[in-house]
Nanobody
């Protein structure tokens, strides 16, 4: 496991959450040198890319989250964030971070986001 995701939880529709992605202590990964993607997966479906941030901090988002989700990076702390606003029930999933493209095989455990009233 080279990353650790956190910050998920249960939130009502319209609410917000901020997810964090940290490099595991032994990985030696420095996020600012890579393009990092946030992915999500629901049971029975393939993992999908939510958005990404390049080493130059160029950001791209899936159409389904554009305007609601924002990816950012804190270089001194070596963290990547996913700010999620105006959450919808269809955003319910386990969220992961990993390299993009070509994610590493050793995915983190992810963090569960549940959007429900």
């Amino acid at each position: 496991v080279h990353v650790v995701e956190s910050g998920g939880g249960l939130v009502q529709p319209g609410g917000s959450l901020r997810l964090s992605c940290a490099a595991s202590g032994t990985s030696g990964i420095i996020f600012r040198f890579y393009t990092v993607g946030w992915y999500r997966q629901t049971p029975g479906k393939q993992r999908e890319l939510v958005g990404s941030i390049t080493s130059d901090e160029i950001k791209n988002y899936a159409d389904s989250v554009k305007g609601r989700f924002t990816i950012s990076r804190d270089d001194p702390k070596n963290l990547v964030y996913l700010q999620m606003n105006n959450l919808k029930p269809e955003d319910t999933a386990v969220y992961y971070c990993n390299r993009y493209p070509g994610p590493r095989d050793d995915w983190g455990q992810g963090t569960q986001v549940t959007v429900s009233s």
